[in-house]
T-cell receptor, first 113, second 110 residues
Framework: NAGVMQNPRHLVRRRGQEARLRCSPMKGHSHVYWYRQLPEEGLKFMVYLQKENIIDESGMPKERFSAEFPKEGPSILRIQQVVRGDSAAYFC???????????FGPGTRLTVL | GIQVEQSPPDLILQEGANSTLRCNFSDSVNNLQWFHQNPWGQLINLFYIPSGTKQNGRLSATTVATERYSLLYISSSQTTDSGVYFCAGMVTASGSRLTFGEGTQLTVNP
C-alpha cells in the first residue's frame, strides 16, 4: 500500500508567480489535511478536506491560498502571487476517517526567490 | 485550541544511551501521535497513542490522558535516531486538526 504521495518535492518560484502543490492520499483514505512548516518551526494546520468539500480552513491565510480535493484526482494546494514569506515545507496528511491517525507525505519544499 | 509543550528542546546523547522525551497538553486529547523528522525533512509516524503504552523495537511511548502528558522512550540510541521528535494532539473542539509541539532536537553522537 503506497503511502501519501506529494509532488513536486521541491518547487522554486519567483515572487508573484503561482505555486501548485499536489497530494494523493493513501489508498482508502478520503480525509486530507495540509500543514505548513516554516523554517526552524513546528508544523501548523492549514486546511482539512474530504472529497469535494472543505471541512475546516481555519488555518489558511485569508488571501492568496486555496485548496481543493476534487472527486477525481489529487488534492491541490494553490498559492497565488507568492511572496518570500511563503517559503516553507508543505506537508499533506491523510486518514481513513475523522479523528483517526494521520499519515504524512514527504512534503513539498517551496522556495520563493 | 490546545497548547502543546515538549521538553527538552534539545538533547545530545552518546550512542547507546537512553532518553525520555516529554509532551504536555493543556487539554484532554482524543488523538495523540509521535513523529520523527529525519535530517532529510521526512516525517515518520512513530506512534498513534491516545492512551496507554506501546512499544516498537527500541522505542516505546506512554500516554496518561487524565494527566495530559505523553512520554517517548528511546533506548540504546543510535546515530540514525538523530533528528527532531514531534508530538501532536487533537481535541474534539478543534475538529480533526493536529496541534504540534515545537519539537525536541535530538543529536546522537558516535
Amino acid at each position: 500500500n503506497a503511502g501519501v504521495m506529494q509532488n513536486p518535492r521541491h518547487l522554486v518560484r519567483r515572487r508573484g508567480q503561482e505555486a501548485r502543490l499536489r497530494c494523493s492520499p493513501m489508498k482508502g483514505h478520503s480525509h486530507v489535511y495540509w500543514y505548513r512548516q516554516l523554517p526552524e518551526e513546528g508544523l501548523k494546520f492549514m486546511v482539512y478536506l474530504q472529497k469535494e468539500n472543505i471541512i475546516d480552513e481555519s488555518g489558511m491565510p485569508k488571501e492568496r491560498f486555496s485548496a481543493e480535493f476534487p472527486k477525481e484526482g489529487p488534492s491541490i494546494l494553490r498559492i497565488q502571487q507568492v511572496v518570500r514569506g511563503d517559503s516553507a515545507a508543505y506537508f499533506c496528511a491523510s486518514s481513513p476517517s475523522i479523528r483517526n491517525e494521520q499519515f504524512f507525505g514527504p512534503g513539498t519544499r517551496l522556495t520563493v526567490l | 485550541g490546545i497548547q502543546v509543550e515538549q521538553s527538552p528542546p534539545d538533547l545530545i546523547l552518546q550512542e547507546g544511551a537512553n532518553s525520555t522525551l516529554r509532551c504536555n497538553f493543556s487539554d484532554s486529547v482524543n488523538n495523540l501521535q509521535w513523529f520523527h523528522q529525519n535530517p532529510w525533512g521526512q516525517l515518520i509516524n512513530l506512534f498513534y497513542i491516545p492512551s496507554g503504552t506501546k512499544q516498537n523495537g527500541r522505542l516505546s511511548a506512554t500516554t496518561v490522558a487524565t494527566e495530559r502528558y505523553s512520554l517517548l522512550y528511546i533506548s540504546s540510541s543510535q546515530t540514525t535516531d538523530s533528528g527532531v521528535y514531534f508530538c501532536a494532539g487533537m481535541v474534539t473542539a478543534s475538529g480533526s486538526r493536529l496541534t504540534f509541539g515545537e519539537g525536541t532536537q535530538l543529536t546522537v553522537n558516535p
